[in-house]
């Protein structure tokens, strides 16, 4: 019994400050660097790891006293393997104790907070954009498709960002006979009441109230922005520590043009690749869902567009060419597909 109150009594505290430390760093992460970034930090797998074996050994000690009613019980009764158990893993606590100082010192250094956002941002453009040389379409525009005069509206349920849909949709529109044609952007905000998405049937019949509701259902929103499926959030967040470094409370030219390299080395990944509408066919090759994503030349005009970030970017740049203003300002200077070539930045550090 003195055993398992010792290991909670060492433990509880060590878990308050692994919470402390966390909280200490998405702090830092949000006033020094960026806002948007804290997500990134909530799901980092390692902390969670850690502050679930702290958690899990203060819960199994506890479980292990109601078995030790008394100093007094006899030796005979007492759980011995529960109580070895019970030290192999505050001893591994110890251990994870240790990992994670060296794990959150190196968590809040910049460099890896932007090589993160360059890894997810990559990852997204790897996963969800097919590269040009694979496909016949324009990269960064579609013709839209004629929308019949029995479409129906479907409005959005909830306040939020549009993530994108389910991967129940298409195989509900193939058992249902319909097609569906999303109408925000990915990444793009939507109120309640506000057109979320159009749907008609093959053959022109009404489309039922359950069917309705259940695509109006499989439209993902989200009260935030997230990583995992917007490319435009991972460019932000880079250009947000781009700001934030160049300000005048700040005044780290280094950060910021570390920052400006990441967003090359993004961007030179997404000029291969394809923006054009998403679409999912069925095994005829028949529509059933469109899914309209921001295309390249928008990217770059977000980017570029609003002054502070123009500021930004041309102070790192210094005297430099500033193609994406060039760019924003004129999207038909782009290159066709096949003529692309991967956009050179130069920085001048201090």
Not at 234 to 257: C, E, H, K
Not at 307 to 329: P, Q, T, Y
């Amino acid at each position: 019994r003195q055993v398992l109150t010792v290991i909670i009594g060492a433990l509880i505290p060590v878990t308050s400050l692994i919470f402390a430390l966390t909280v200490v760093t998405l702090q830092i992460a949000s006033t020094q660097f960026s806002p948007r970034l804290l997500r990134t930090f909530l799901r980092d797998s390692r902390t969670q790891l850690v502050l679930s074996a702290l958690v899990g050994t203060v819960a199994y000690s506890l479980a292990g006293l109601f078995t030790v009613t008394t100093d007094e019980t006899p030796i005979d009764q007492v759980p011995r393997f529960a109580i070895t158990v019970a030290l192999a893993f505050a001893v591994g606590c110890i251990g994870l104790l240790v990992y994670y100082f060296g794990h959150i010192t190196n968590s809040v250094r910049i460099d890896t907070i932007m090589r993160q956002v360059e890894s997810d941002t990559r990852r997204i453009i790897a996963r969800d954009h097919l590269p040009i040389s694979e496909t016949d379409l324009d990269p960064d525009w579609l013709e839209p498709i004629p929308i019949p005069a029995n479409a129906v509206t479907i409005t959005a349920p909830v306040d939020g960002y549009v993530q994108g849909v389910d991967v129940r949709l298409p195989s509900l529109t193939v058992r249902k006979r319909v097609t569906v044609r999303v109408l925000p952007l990915i990444g793009y905000y939507t109120m309640v009441g506000r057109p979320l998405a159009l749907v008609w049937t093959d053959d022109g019949s009404e489309l039922l109230s359950t069917t309705r509701e259940a695509i109006r259902n499989l439209i993902e929103i989200d009260p935030e922005r997230r990583v995992e499926r917007d490319v435009g959030l991972g460019l932000r967040q880079l250009v947000d520590i781009t700001n934030r470094a160049m300000s005048t409370g700040q005044n780290d030219p280094y950060t910021g043009t570390q920052a400006v390299h990441h967003l090359t080395t993004v961007l030179v990944d997404a000029i291969g690749r394809s923006f054009a509408t998403q679409m999912f066919r069925d095994a005829a090759g028949v529509i059933r869902v469109m899914t309209p994503i921001m295309d390249f030349p928008t990217h770059i005009s977000r980017l570029c567009a609003a002054r502070s970030a123009k500021v930004a970017l041309n102070d790192i740049r210094g005297s430099s060419s500033n193609c994406c203003e060039c760019l924003a300002s004129s999207p038909s200077l782009l290159p066709p597909p096949s003529e692309r070539m991967p956009c050179a930045v130069s920085s001048t550090s201090s």
